[in-house]
Each structure stands twice: as structure tokens, then as C-alpha cells.
């Protein structure tokens, strides 16, 4: 069971050096409304304050605002040419915008509907990669396209070495990544996609073999909606942004915002318990699984694991020991009862962010209602 990859953060995350302002105080404890407007504050009482200017950029660049986040990042770095933070954060953002040529779409239709072949344990569609029939796993955990060995080999792609990435549960492993020429979602296109190779032996999930996973990077491009409902993808185009925030707030839908930190991992606030509201990892990927909790979220929630009936699960690192438990979950107005969970007591997979991650919300619980993710808006709809 995958929680989420955290590929190498340091390099584009804020320093963990103390901190002093509001806008710090806030950012580092995952209230990132409450950042936001502090590092506005702070930046507008000392426009050429380096601290205010990246940690405004960075929010900015958090809400998925590129052009905003660039203006504010540039000022940071002209005004401190010596301030490698900022210039790490120019660096995501490019990273973020993807390299001249990437996920170049074509869509004739305003909408695009995938069919699921399967809905549990997590939702899987057809597509072509290269014009080959593949299975994919859609996980909002992953980046963009990864494919198992055989698979990138069937459909012409040559992995390279790319280094060491950390998974669930704290475990490492070696990453190879390449490109596919085009990706073929019904009668949506994307071509020249950057692809990862999954480790030998990861494409078989509850006995259902598949060829890969389809992730954020992917489905950031478009208004994605897992529809668990009527089991589909439904994709469409980010100008549709405004019609499917009116249709949300007409159903009466749970809107809220969500964060986008460099480059494919989603955040959002919730509630667990009733008792304790935090930032999580808005992780879809987590077969059997609705919420993990850290070690100290547990605390916050009254939530105590069954160690008694702890179990081994597959990571993209390896094998980890998972602790059980249920909690009731809110996303916004949607809430869901008695929600399945795990602690991992091998380690926190989140201490890579040098902001507080409490956990992350996953499939069990999205698996009965309509989640849609809203990249134009910044905003994650439920109902």
C-alpha cells in the first residue's frame, strides 16, 4: 500500500530556520490561508523585505498562480542576489511550469470521459502510451506517468538513472525516468510526457494486474474529476473553471481550497474527529485506506492504533508494518464516518516538508462520492 512518493524536497522547500514572522509561524504550521495574508501584510509594510517577497512568492506559487509567484520570487532575488532560497524557489517554479515542449494536449471536445475498468481497490482506466493498450491506476500521489519495467519496454520507452526518492513509511529507493511520445486518454491526447518506472514486480493491486499510474502532473492540466459515482475520469478543459464552481456551490457540493506544492503534491485543511483540523496530503492512492495520521495527529485526534492487528504492506520503498484504526473525517461540509486508517511506526513520510503535514485522506474515503479537483480555481470539490 502507497501513501504518496516524496520525491527529493529540500532543494525546493523553505529552510528550517527559525521562525519569526506571522507569515513563517503560520506558513510552518500548514495554515496556509492564514500565511498568505500575513505574508501580504509583511510585504506591503516593507516591500523589499526578502523574507515577506519568498514567502509570498511561495504561496503564490502553492496556489498554482505562476506569473504572480515569478513576479515576487524575482523581486527576492534582485533584491538579494545572494538569497539561495529564493533562487531554489525560481527553480521549482520552472520546474512546475515543465520543460518548453511537455504535455502539449489535444482536446477537440470540452469534456472527456474515461470509463473505470475497476473501481477498487483504486480506480483503473485504459489508455495508449505510444499507441499500446495499457491499464492505469489513477493516483493523485504519483507524478506524472509511471510505468512497470515491462510496460515502458513494450511501449519504446528507455529509462536513465535518476537518483533516490523517499516513499511511505520513510523507505528509499532508486528512480528511473524517460519520456512517452504521446498519451492517449479516449479522445484527449498529451504528448511528449516525462515518464518514471515503478520497482520490478509493482503491477499487480488486490489480483488485478496493471501497467502503470497515471498522477498530478498529469491531471493538473485539466479540471479531473473521479467520478466514484458512476465510475469514470472525467476530464475537461481549465476554462470550464467558473461553470464548475457554479454547478458545485448549486449542488451543494464541499468546496475548499487546496495547495499545490512543486510539483505534484496536493494539500488541503480537514477535520478529524471533530476534535482536530490540520493540514493533509490529498492522497488518492492508498488502496483499503482512507486517512493515515502521524504520530502526533494521533495524539490530536484521541486516536489510538490497534498495534494488536498491525499488518505488512508494500510500499514503493518496500515492505512497512501499518497500524490500524477508524476515524470520522471532514473535507469542508463532507464528512465520513468510522474511516479506515493506518499509522506507519516506521517513520513520518512527511518530515521532508518544512511546513507540518498531519496525514494524508485517501480512497475509502472518496470511494462513494464525486471528488473533483479544480486547478484553474485551486479548489477541491466533494459531494
Request: proline share 4%; hydrophobic share 50%.
Amino acid at each position: 500500500m502507497k501513501l504518496m512518493l516524496l520525491a527529493a524536497l529540500a532543494a525546493t522547500m523553505l529552510s528550517h530556520q527559525a521562525a519569526t514572522s506571522a507569515g513563517d509561524i503560520a506558513f510552518r504550521s500548514g495554515d496556509f490561508d492564514r500565511a498568505f495574508a500575513a505574508y501580504e501584510a509583511e510585504a506591503a509594510a516593507s516591500p523589499g523585505d526578502r523574507n515577506a517577497l519568498v514567502g509570498l512568492g511561495t504561496m503564490y506559487l502553492y496556489r498554482n498562480q505562476i506569473s504572480d509567484a515569478k513576479k515576487y520570487l524575482t523581486l527576492a532575488v534582485r533584491a538579494h542576489r545572494h538569497d539561495d532560497l529564493a533562487k531554489r524557489r525560481l527553480a521549482a517554479l520552472v520546474r512546475q511550469e515543465g520543460a518548453p515542449g511537455d504535455f502539449r494536449i489535444t482536446m477537440d471536445e470540452a469534456r472527456t470521459v474515461v470509463p473505470f475498468v475497476q473501481t477498487d481497490p483504486l480506480p483503473m482506466i485504459e489508455a495508449k502510451v505510444n499507441g499500446q493498450p495499457v491499464r492505469l491506476l489513477i493516483d493523485t500521489g504519483a507524478a506524472a506517468l509511471e510505468l512497470s519495467p515491462d510496460a515502458a519496454k513494450r511501449c519504446g520507452i528507455a529509462m536513465r538513472a535518476a537518483g533516490t526518492a523517499v516513499f511511505a513509511g520513510g523507505m528509499k529507493a532508486r528512480i528511473r525516468r524517460g519520456h512517452a511520445d504521446r498519451l492517449t486518454l479516449a479522445s484527449t491526447i498529451i504528448r511528449n510526457v516525462p515518464a518514471g518506472e515503478l520497482p520490478a514486480g509493482a503491477s499487480m493491486l488486490g489480483g488485478a494486474t496493471f501497467d502503470g499510474i497515471i498522477g498530478t502532473t498529469i491531471l493538473r492540466r485539466f479540471i479531473a474529476t473521479l467520478d466514484y459515482r458512476h465510475a469514470r475520469l472525467v476530464l475537461e478543459k481549465r476554462s470550464a473553471s467558473a461553470a464548475v464552481e457554479a454547478r458545485a456551490h448549486a449542488s451543494g457540493a464541499a468546496v475548499v481550497s487546496m495547495w499545490l506544492v512543486p510539483d505534484h503534491f496536493i494539500f488541503a485543511q480537514a477535520r478529524v474527529n471533530d476534535r482536530f483540523k490540520a493540514l493533509f496530503s490529498i492522497d488518492t492512492g492508498g488502496a483499503g485506506v482512507g486517512i493515515g495520521l502521524t504520530k502526533a495527529a494521533l495524539a490530536a485526534a484521541n486516536v489510538t492504533p490497534d498495534a494488536s492487528k498491525a499488518f505488512e504492506a508494500q510500499g514503493g520503498g518496500g515492505s512497512m508494518l501499518l497500524e490500524p484504526f477508524a476515524a470520522n473525517v471532514s473535507l469542508g461540509s463532507f464528512t465520513e464516518k468510522n474511516v479506515p486508517g493506518v499509522f506507519s511506526p516506521a517513520g513520518d513520510p512527511y518530515a521532508g516538508f518544512p511546513f507540518t503535514v498531519s496525514g494524508a485522506i485517501s480512497h475509502e474515503f472518496f470511494r462513494h462520492a464525486t471528488l473533483t479537483f479544480d486547478f484553474e480555481a485551486m479548489k477541491l470539490i466533494v459531494i
